[in-house]
Structure formats: structure tokens, C-alpha cells
């Protein structure tokens, strides 16, 4: 905002707006309220990426009328953690909206996005992390990246991993998903030279507490070159990816 | 009650009561023991709002009785954490009830109280936080208070809340309400010299730990003029707002 | 700062600045860069009270430079968790500062404050809470509160505390300072209507680790009108106190 | 069953017995092994009161055998957290059996015992730790106690203990039960001579952390003459008390 | 102190005190302010036994203080966790008074107990442990019991304890310490009818967690019977076992 | 497949297969890839086992195509943590496969395994923690094992399990399954020199957290020869328990 | 005892020894009473190894009596986590007696042990671990085991231990020590068919918890074959070892 | 390995390198095994920088022996967490080797890096937070990176950061370091479109945890374009960045 106040100060420096002019373009802040919740229009500008929608503990009704003012003005639109109920309202609206079922990711782009160079490769330890997999999936390609999946290779049959070389190094930046103990992240950085993003999952049971036990594990790294993003966070490690990917 | 008898006694000593009076009063004890509940008739002039009924735990039955004790002791009613179902047994006998939904406080006063002057306000970080501020809000206007709103404000759109500064230097105390990382206590706090009531929410997931990771955030708050309260507490916030609310 | 730029641009509007001195306000931020610290001049006016330094963790060297620069622009000064080796040497350049050895405080002010009517009261549990109770007295006190005293007044021997209502009673705020279980900041709660800021200590041995147990009890109190800050925190609480008290 | 072995042994060497007899003896064990479940059918002997059978997680048909040898063994009964289903079906065999819906115990005595002189006085802070209590009050009343009960006098309205020292002074063991900060077992403590055995509940939200913050209050009672139990083990304090009972 | 003013009622009704001095009895409350510490003269009428000082956190000086107010009061001492410094000083005043090295308590008594005809018995786990038992050992002799101890019996070789079974049922009540996994508490148990005060102790590695792991295991001790006081508290099980002694 | 490689180079080297045969080899990757699982083939040669199906977080559908490779390549075949659902639909398939309702497994072996010398002994210390042990069982029998039961034996009833010397004596390994305090694993460890096996069951209430307390319990045993395995993981201690029977 | 009692009543019976001689026997107990500690001169018969001494938490008089008796009756002694000056001090009286300054361990063995044909394969994850390798390697020397070792092979460089393939396959059983993330005993476990006792050390730092996380690891181990003993107990892993291996 | 095999059997194939030749490179193993530790060569190759050593737990002749190893293979040195003592070592050997002793960081290298055009910009909340900056910066510009700081932006003076939009908008990836509640990450992340790295620190007291309390704030950042590494872990945080730099 300030950055806007000193662009608005340096075109009344130089007459190409008026003082009335300046003063309106304060008022027009740069988010919608809609009481229950403020839009943040701007973040398209100063992130690249429009305001992504957490489903949970917002009504149907919050969800729709928030995407709606997304879809307005930004033309991307990004729900996580949906219900199917949402989705088919908003596709009533917008035909072409797509509903990940796995992911319980809703996402829609009016155009295309440019295709990244870059490609961001996830992995996951096992079948049970594939929902998490998915949101990553989602984000990542609406964000306007290809995508590789490797799924199902944890560390009991390495070989699964250690045969798939020539696939990581393919990859520009690699998502590693894992839950029960989680040693997946570790071990896939210590085989290249690319970051590693890894998503503790709350697949387990007993001490792996909900995930924190994977959490711990990608942690406590002892391969640098790991950095960790909060349990099944998929889309929270698919925007990070996509940020890093060229 | 040391008080009271205290009281007592100089009365007795003056000649203003007799000495069986003095005893008489003794017994006349200052709750209502109803045997599953003992309803604290005295808390109205201990602490100016009588006892707040928290319904998790209780019976709809249990409930009723005590409300319709406190109603017809001090004419203030507070009921928390409560079903629609006591609602509406509650509104066959006080027309006037109160009920809100959101937050799920049942609320009525016989008499409107004198308004304060002074204006809590009240922010959440994102629009499921909302319940909780419900509560707050509810609370603090039972109580007397003038309150004012600003939802969705959280520290990933900053300017939603720096955009602001007129109404948080307006307010006489600020609640602020967030769940996830519960950033936004720090940076309230940090713009004003007001007194700054930090309310951490169970929203998030993952490592929120159902709230403990913005209870942590609140309590190390590197920016001085912050308290907090109990998870998801927007009464104990409201309360706490009006003791302080002048 | 928005607000100062509005500022700007509305004495650019009337004349009353040229657009050069806008821009050179512009340049002139609120807060000296010593490289390794960015003192923030702006938070006497902003927060009513200059920055105040945490001791833990930095050098001798960089306190007394930061302490230096504070004293320069504020002439108020409050440094919490401090060594003797640091008082010693700003003795040398302010022979009028103070060192609370208890409290690990160092305070000075160059002109006495305007005292406010309202009192704080300082609460212990126990004797060995003295140090953070001194910390909030010293904060307090500098911050132009007039402060009363209660100390070892636990729930072991509840009738210490009940035999001072009218201490509690002439309180504006009052702040609980209590580690093991904590219980005292629920009881003197219940005994009043004052706001009650609650600071849970590390005193105490195996299950009070280091001060959780207190500061659970603390964030459950069953009485409302209690906020609660960090363990330890005796500055948080006199600070918060102090924005309270009138 | 080294005693018992000891005093075949004894019976041996004096004649008493024949080494057949003695042999026999030894295979005669003191349990009853139903294959899913060993019944100790020598606790009665040893302890002074039969097993009793703790519900959860076994089935309906497991709960009913066991119950039926406990009955032809010892003739007294104690089932605790039990569905009303398993009462129906042992209603049919011990037409007299009783259950306490509140606390989920299902509880028959052949016999009615005989009467201790002592009292245990039950206490709660709230209204929502009375299942608790009952469960306590089921098992004490069983095992041949007195009890007396004194619910909802939660330190937030402290004088309604206060108030009732007689009540505290005439009973021989005292159980406290109580949720949130759980501080009344320390308030209890400091009144009175009496053993005092605090039951921490799950009642609360938040960071009560379902029993966890007044589990911690009560390990660390700065009043010494508390000892603690499970969460929401009624019974163990039941138990307990009786033991201590006389 | 309810009760005491019940009774200056009492007496200025039957006349047997005038007005004015059933004020004065007002005047004269029952602690002795130091100051830094309030001592809780009242506490022996109360609860049958004077304040015990808890060294840590205390200065020697303080700590002085404290036990001649006591001495002089109650002519009984008892200081847990002190240093051998404090002893030396102490001795100066009272040189009978004792010091154990192990326990680090220091303890004094005028006049000796008569002593209670049951028998506590004070039983470790381990070598390690003595500390602790030999704390409880002190606090118990202090306040008039017969003493046993059985050290060293941990499950390791159970037969050490079920060897003692005759010492086991002699005793009245027993005290169980133990670190590392805590079990002993459970087996005893098991064993006799008698109640059971649980110790957990910090004395193990890794995942005891300093006193976690025994603390879990009495908490959930299969067996009825057993209730459990802080990590290391010796002086807490041997109160507890003298007021539940007979 | 290292060792693969080198064992393909070997034959190259000695012209048992030709330069094309070599390089077939390395194609034929030892898992076969179902997109959502990479069904590790090599396993069975590697580790004497075929892949277990962890059920929990698999779709019906995914189970079933996973369980069908297995059986085509390795005819073993154990689903742990299953429904009922999965079972009556694998049954239309392999007419004999089995499901234990209690523990959750499905299983099934086309050849009857060659059963080992060694007994494997199973105790649990309650009937509740049946199911557990139930999985244990299965697991150990499809392995080849001979397995003996002595369940309900806890800590409560000693003499249960020292009635049972001899069949502890008779076993080779030694599981023991335990929930609330887990103190069965350090005695039975204490009475013979098998190794024990110990699984830390959820079973329990309030402070035995889902396990967390028999699992610190078994950690810090005091007994040497005892190691610990997940929480509820009956299929982990037996299949262990297979590894080192013989 | 039982059998022993069960052995005396065999021999009485069968005229071998007289009914005196039976009841003197009863009264040679099974352990030394030094009154601080009860050394279990049983163990040896009853598992094959004597107690082994803890020596955290004892004095060196202790350690050293204990030591003696231990030497005396069964030959073999095993003191672990020491310091040197015991060692020195049992040097005087063994003078053959080792002390490993790494692991802490003082040992001695009269007569040398029947060497098993298996190897305890020993691996740590890095350099930092080696204490705990230590420790675990003098165990399992001084009860006759043969050791390899493979140090520093963690999974950053996971061609360390893949190299080592024909190691793995030769142990008869394997110990993981890995501290940090912990994931090596899960890459272990998935590479040979050997059972893997797997040892999380406190090496590491921030959220490694002083051991947690890699505890946390090795419990959700998604290879089975794995299980755990105790943070940095490298001689319960030996020990365990030990009685697996043939 | 395994590529290294596949080449070593194309070379053979083509007829690059004879049989002998082929089996030779076999025995060539990518590590230097040095006993204690096993050096990792080919680690340049796989991940482009060589094994960093991590001090902490090693002894200065390891950490020499290892440093020299490394030295004479790639020429790039990082040692964290050391002690001067292991520098001035180094120092006679390597004299232009550096040592940063805020951060604890050794560093050399023979030829200086290539620069790239990216820029990594290090931000802390606090003067506390410098050495894990200072550890992060040396890191990063060791792997040839140009680097910015920006120190003592806390958000108790949001400002500070707010006006230095640029340095933030020029950099390619940021480090966000910051103790206590940690709410800075959140903030920056918001304001830009760059991948933040946080770095949660042990800086703060009480309820910080050592870093537990910005952790978990960081972990559940409401502003997605955030991935965090271990407390303290500026090295993992240089190391990262670099990797993401271009």
C-alpha cells in the first residue's frame, strides 16, 4: 500500500493525475469487504497469485460468495479442503470448474496459464499419502507447472526410489511426501542436488501422533537441502514448489 | 462472606439489628444450593455480573434450572456453548431470549444496561474465526459494552489491518482473534497503545495442535500490551474486555 | 506510516509543504539502524513507551548502544533480564540509573512520570516469585503507576488473601504471580471485579514443568477475568497492567 | 500363592494334610480362566474386595461371563463405564442389580456390608463432574462407606466451601473432583486435616487438554495432603478412600 | 477464620467478651507478615501440622526468617530441598537440630511426637531412589509414625518383594518410589489391601523424561489402590501417609 | 539391486547371457507398478516375506489389486487393519482366505508354511487387549510359527503369570501386549532370559493418552531384553517375534 | 521361588532331603540384602546373565560394594554409564578389570565366555552416535557375542550402507543406532531379513527433542522387522542382542 | 551406485574399458572409510557441494581427520557448531581457513566460487537471532551466493520491514529468522512473491519451548510461500536457499 501512496505522490508530482484523482485512488482500497471476510484483491499483484480459498469452517454460502469476487476480479480460483456440495454450485456458475475428488481441491482458471520450464516431481511414500499428493498436484499445475508423480516408494523396498534416478534428476524441484516415520524426505535428498520439499503426512497410527512423528523426522534432516512444510499440506508445498520452479 | 459478617457484626454492636437477626442472616447464605448446583446468588455484588452458565457437561435439564434461578435472582443471563434445543425451552418462558446461532450463546437482560463509552473492538485473523468473535461480541455487549467488528484481517493481506489504524486508535481495548499461526496478535499490538486481548482459535490443522500453536505464538508475543485466554474463549475475551473497558 | 504519508500528501494539497520536503519526509524513517539492531524511534509515539531491550542474548556491547540511542531519543529506559556487568558500565554515562538486582532490571527515566490514580497490585503465591513480581513492579512503577504490594499469600493458607479484601478492592488491576499449580489467580478472581493479569511461574519441581502446570491452570481459569502472559513474564504483565490502569 | 504354598507346606509337615492333598492343593489356582480372561478369584482374599471389571473394550458376552463368576465366587459385583445394554442382560439373572446411568456402573452386593464409621465426602467444582462423582459415590458406597457429597462449589464462588467447614471437618477422607484449572483440590487441602484425593476431569475446552491442566494442578498442590488419580477415575478414588476409610 | 469470627460471635452473644474485644480478636489474624512471606501461624490449629518451607527459590536469609517464626510458633521445622549452608546457620540457633545429607531436608521438633501405632512402610524400586524415600522418611518420623523401609526391590527380581510379604501386610500404609518405568507401584498393589502412595521418581534416562514415564504408570495402575503424588516429592507421600495413618 | 547388477555382470563376463540379455535384465525392475502402488516383487528374496497390506487409508478397489499381484507372484498374502467389506469380496477370489473379525487381518497361504521348532508365546495383560494380540497371532502363524496364548495376566493378579513359569520357560520368544501402565513387559522380562517383545496397547483412559504411558512404561524398563514396537502394532511384534524365532 | 518352594516340596516328598532341611532353605533367599540395595543373586540362574549396575545416581561406595558382591558370587560384572574414578577404584581390587572411556562401561568377566557362532552386526548413522555403539558392543562382547561394526553410514549418503549388502546378509541380528532423523533402521530393516533392534540417540538439536524424533522414527518404522529400546541405551540393544542371536 | 555400475556396463559394452577394468571400478567405493567416520566423496558429485561437518558430538581429532580428508578431495570446507580450539588446528594447516565465531562456522575453500546473479536476503526479528543469521550467511555465500541482511525487523515495529519493500522485492529467496512467537515469516511472506525460508530459534523464554513456539507458528503460516527448517538451523537454511537460488 505503500508503494501505491508513492506512486500516486509521484504522478501528482509529475501532473499526471490530479490532487482529486490522488485522493480518490486512496479510497480505493485494495481488498473487498464482504463483512465476514475481506477479499484481498491486491494479492494477485504482490504475490503473482491470487487468494486461495481454506474451505473448512466457512459456510457454503462464505465459500461461494468469496470465490465468486475471486473469480471476478482475478479470473484464477483455488478451494482447498472442499466439500462436493460447494462444487456443484459453483459449477453451476462457472461450467468448467474442476472438482479434484482425492484432493478435495476446486480450481478453475478462465486462461491457460504459461507452462513453466521447470518440473516439479512429487513423491510419496505410500498409496495411503496420495489425497495429499493430489492437493500438491492441483496447486502446482494451476499455478502453471508440469508435473511428475513417482507414488508409493517408501523406504522398505528402496529400490522403488534408487531405480527412478533419472527421474529426479529431471526434476527441477521435488515435492516427498510421507507419513508413518517419514524417512523418505531424507533419503531422496541425499540422491541429488535439487531442494526437497517435504509434506509430513497423518497416515499411521499410534506413536506417529497425527504426524507429528514424520514432522520430527524431515525436521531433524540430516541431509541439508530439506525444507518442510506443515502436516498434509499439500497445496502449501505445491505453492512453494511452483514459487522455486522456473 | 468475612465481609458480610463483618458487616453483621457492627450492625449488632450499633444496635441496628439484634442479636437473632445477626444470626438469621448467617444462615441466609449467598447461593442456592439447587443439590447438582449451587448457584452463586452473591457473585452479582462480588464481581458485578452473575454466574455464566457454560453448558458443555450439563443437562438441558440441569441447565433450565439453574437459568431460570439466576433470571429470577439478577435478571442477567449468560448461557455458553449452547444448543438450540435449550433455546427454545428456555424462550417458551423468556420471550425476549436471545439465541445466536453462530456463536452459540443464549443471552437476555431484563434491563438494558448503561452503555460504557468506551468501544471494544474485535478482530479475527480469517472469517472461521468468526464463532469464537460471536461470542466475544455477545459477551461484551450483554455486558454494557459498545463493540465494533473487523473480520478477515489476517497478516497475509497486512494492509486489510494497517489500512485500519482510525478504527484500532478509535477502540478503548482490542481482541484479537486467530487461529493457525495467530500472527496477528503480534502486529495489532505492536501498531496501538491499547491493551491487546489475545483469543488463539482452533482453526487450522496439522501442527495448529487444535489451537496450541497460536496459543504458543500469543504467549511469546515479542510486542508487550498482550494477555491472552483459553482456546476458542471469546467469552473469557469479552469478559475480560469489559472489566478493562471503561 | 500510511498515515504519515496521508499526512504528507495532505500538506502537499494545502501548501503547507513544497513537493521536495514531502519527499524528503519521506526519507526520514522512524528508526535508527545500528546494523545489528534497528532501534524503533517511532514506538514512544505509536505505543506510548519506547522500546524496551530483552537483555538474553545479546552482548554487553550491543545493550549498551541500543540503551544508549533509546536514552537519547526517549530519555526513558527499561532493560529487562540484565547482568550487573551492564548496569555497572551504563552507571558510568547515567550515575542516576537504577539495577533491581532481584529483578534483573535496569531503569531510568530523566523526567518522574505523571502518576496515574488507579493502583496496581502485585500478588505472589510464594516468596521465591518475588523476582518476577519485582520485574513488574519496576516496569510499572517506571511506566508512572503507583503499585501495592501482596507477597506469600498462596492457596495453602487461603485465609492470608481473603483477609485482604479491601486491598484487592482498592486495586484498579491486580496482577496473580504464582508457579507450582497455580491456583491462586482463579481464586483471587472469584473474590473481585477487577481485570486479573495472571503470570505463571517456573517455580516448582517435576510436574511443573518449568511452569506449564501454572500457566494451564491459569488459561482454564473457571473464572472469568483473567488474562494470562507468559511464564516468567513480570515486564508483560506490569506493561499490560499499566495500559489497563487509569 | 507363595503363602499358600507356605501353608501347604506347614499343613504338611504337622500331618494335617497327606502330600497328595498337598500336591492337589497346588493345582487348585487361585483364578478362573475363562480363556479370554483370567478371573482373580483370590483378589477377595488378598485385597479385601473382588476384581472389578472395568468395561471398555470388551464385549457384552466377555463383561457378562466374568461378572457371573465374580457373583458365584465372591457375591459382590462392581462394573464400571458400562453400557446399559450389558444391565439389561445381568438384570434378567440378579433381579436386585442397580445401575447408575450418571456414572456408568453396574453394581450388586448378595450381602449388604458392614457400615465403617468414618465419612467420605465427596466434593466437585462444577456441575459437569458429577458422572465422576457418582461413579466415586457407586464404588464407596459398595465397598461399605458413609458418604456424604457437595457438588458445584468451584473456587470461582469460593464461599460456598468455605461455608460448609463443618461439612469438610466431619468427614474422615475427602475426595475433590474437578475439571478446568482443577485449583479446588489445593483450596480443599489447605482447610482441613483430612486426606484429601483429587480426581483431575475432562471437563473443559481448549487448553484444559481434556484433563491434562488440572491433572498438573493437582500433582504440584502447593498444600501438602493431596494425592492424585487418573482422569476421570472415580472409582480409583472411591477405591482409594475406602482403603484410607475406617 | 469464618469459624473464628463465628465464635467471637458466639462469645459476645453468651457475654463472655465485651464488643471491644471481639473487634481486637478481628485485628489479630493468624500469619506473621515478613514482609517477603506470610507465615501461616494458623496452620497448625488448622491442619495439625505447621508450614514447611520449601528451600528452592529462597535465600538463606529468607529462609531464617521463616523457621525462627515457626520455632517460635509452632516449636516443629521442617525444611525440604535446603542446602548444608542453611543447616550450619540454623544449628547456631537450635543445636539439636537435624540434617539429612541424603534427603537435604532439615527437620527440628521441640518436643517429641507421640507416636501412631500404624506403620509406614517406605518401599524403592531402586538404589537410586533413596533420596527421595529417605525425604519421606524424615517428613513422616516428624510428624509421629513408625517407620519400615524396604530399598531396592525393584521388578527386575521380583522375588525381593513378594519375599517380603509378611513386612507388606504388617504395614498400614505404604509408600512406593520408584524412577524409570515406575511399575513397583502396580505390583505392590496387587499384593495387599492396603492404600498405596506412588513416587515417581527423575531418576532414569531418554524417555523417562525426567519422571514422565513413572509419573504415566501410577497414574494408570491397572490396580485400584494406589494414588500418586509429584516427581521426587518425598516429603509429599510421607504427609500424605501420616494424615491417612492411624 | 546392486547385487542384481553384479550378478548380471558376471554372467555377462562369463558369457552365460549376452550384452542384449544383460541389458533385459536391468528392465525387468523388481516391483510391478499400479500407478497408486509400486507392489514391491523383490521382497519376498530380500527380506523372506512378501509385502503386508496395510489397509488403513487404502481404497477398497486399491486393496484388492495390491492383494492380486501378491498372490499371482508370491501366494502369501496378510492385510492388516482390514474390513469386512474387502474380505467378502477377496473371498469371491480365493475361496479360502481367511478374516479374523478381532484383529482385522486378512490372510491367506497357498502352501502350508513349514512350521519353525519355536514357540512363540503371546500374553497380554487384559482381555481388552485381545485384538492386538489376535494380530500378533495371525501374523506369527502365517510366518510358520508355532504360537501359545496367556491372556489377562496383568500386574493386578500377579500370580497369574507366575503360575506360569513353565510355559514362559517352554517359549522362545516372548510378546507382551499391555495397555494403561504396561508394567507386565518389565516382570515377565525380570522372570525369564527370552527376549520380550513388548506392544504398548491404546487401551486405557484419560492419562495413559492412547498408548503414550505403556509405551514409555516399556521403554524404561528396568529389566534388560525387552524391546518395543508402535503402539496397537500387533503385526509388527509378530512378525519381529518371527524374525528371531527359530 | 515358586519353583524353588515346588522343588523343596519334590525333594521332601521323595525323602531326598527332611522336612528341617526343607524349611532352611526357605530362608537362603535368592538375594544379598546391603540394606541401600538387595543384589538379585538369582539372576544369573533365572537369565542366564547377572544384575548389571546402573551407576547414575549411586555413590561410588554403592557401585563399588554392589560390585563386589556381584563378582563374588557370579564372576561376571557389567557397571554401566561409570565414571573413572570407580574404575580406578575397582582397578586396585580387579586389576584385569577394562573400562571403555567412549562408552562408559566398566567390565569384567572371570573366566572368558563360550563364544556364539552368530554376529551382532553393530551400524550407527554417524560419528557422533559412537558412544552408544560402545556401549551396546561391550555388552554384547562380555556376553560372548561376536561384534562387526559399520560407523557413520547414514543416509545421506545412502551408498554407504548399500555397499555393505554382504555385511548385512552375514549378521545374525543388527543394531541400528542412529540419532537426528533416525531413518537408517528403517533403510536397514528393508534390506535383509534379519531382525533389527533399532537405538534412537540424543545426538541432534531444536526439534530432535534430545532423542524423540528419531524414537518417534523408529516406532512408525514402515519396514517390519524393527524394534526399539530406550534413548542412547546402547547395553539394553546389546543385551537384547544378545538373546536373540544363536 | 547403481548409474555408476550402469556406465561401468555401457563403457564395457562399447569396449571403452576391458573387463578388468570394469570389476576394478567395482572396489572403488565413493567414500573414504576412516574407521569412526566414512567420508563421503562422491557427494560433490550427486549433490554438487561436499559432506558439511556437523561439530556437535565429534571430537577435535575426528573433526580434523575428517576436515582433511575432505579438504584434499574437494577443496570446499564447512564446519558448524565448532569450537575454536578445532579452528586454530586447522588454522596451522590451512592458513587462509576462516572462522566465524557468532555463527561457530569454519569455511575454506581452495578457489572462489562462481558467483550467481540471484540474491539470498537474510532477515531476523531480533539482535538474539544474529548468530543463526551469521551461521545461514556464511553457508550461503560459501556455495556462492550473493547475500543481504536486513537484522532486527521484528514485527513489535512493523515499519522496519514495511519500508525496506525493495531489498525485499530484489532478492530471489529469503531467509526469515525469528525467535520467540516467530509471527515475521508469516508477515514477510505476505508482502512478496519469493520463497521465504524460516528458521525458527531457541531466542525467548517460558512458553518459547526453545523454539517449539516459532516452530509451530511457522509451520501453520496462513500465507503460503513458506517451508521451514530446524531450530537454529541456519546452515540447513543457507543450504537450501542456494539450492533454490539461481
Known amino acids: 500500500m505503500a508503494e501505491k501512496i508513492g506512486r500516486v505522490l509521484k504522478d501528482l508530482k509529475s501532473g499526471r493525475i490530479s490532487m482529486k484523482g490522488a485522493l480518490k485512488s486512496l479510497k480505493d482500497f485494495p481488498y473487498k469487504d464482504l463483512g465476514f471476510a475481506k477479499v484481498d484483491s491486491h494479492r494477485m ?3 503473482g497469485f491470487p487468494e486461495v480459498v481454506f474451505a473448512n469452517g466457512k459456510t457454503a454460502g462464505q465459500i461461494i460468495k468469496i470465490a465468486k469476487r475471486i473469480m471476478a476480479h482475478d479470473g484464477i480460483l483455488l478451494i482447498t479442503r472442499a466439500q462436493k456440495e460447494v462444487f456443484l454450485k459453483l459449477k453451476k456458475i462457472y461450467p468448467k470448474i474442476r472438482f ?3 484432493a478435495g481441491t476446486i480450481s478453475y482458471r478462465k ?9 516439479i516431481l512429487i513423491i510419496t511414500a505410500g498409496t ?3 489425497p495429499v499428493a493430489e492437493e500438491a498436484k492441483a496447486t502446482s499445475e494451476l499455478m502453471g507447472n508440469r508435473v511428475e508423480t513417482l507414488y508409493d516408494v517408501g523406504v522398505a523396498g528402496l529400490h522403488r526410489v534408487l531405480d527412478k534416478k533419472r527421474v529426479l534428476e529431471r526434476a527441477g524441484v521435488i515435492i516427498v511426501i510421507a507419513g508413518m516415520e517419514g524417512a523418505l524426505a531424507s533419503v531422496v535428498s541425499g540422491l541429488v542436488s535439487k531442494p526437497v520439499i517435504a509434506v509430513p503426512t497423518s497416515v499411521g497410527y499410534g506413536a506417529s501422533f497425527k504426524g507429528i512423528a514424520p514432522l520430527l523426522t524431515m525436521m531433524n534432516c540430516c541431509s541439508p537441502g530439506v525444507a518442510v512444510v506443515n502436516i498434509d499440506n499439500g497445496f502449501g508445498a505445491g505453492y512453494f514448489a511452483s514459487l522455486v520452479n522456473s
Open 45 to 47: 499483484l504482490r504475490r
Open 100 to 102: 479434484d475428488k482425492n
Open 128 to 130: 495411503a499419502d496420495l
Open 111 to 119: 486462461q491457460a496459464p504459461v507452462l513453466k520450464k521447470g518440473i
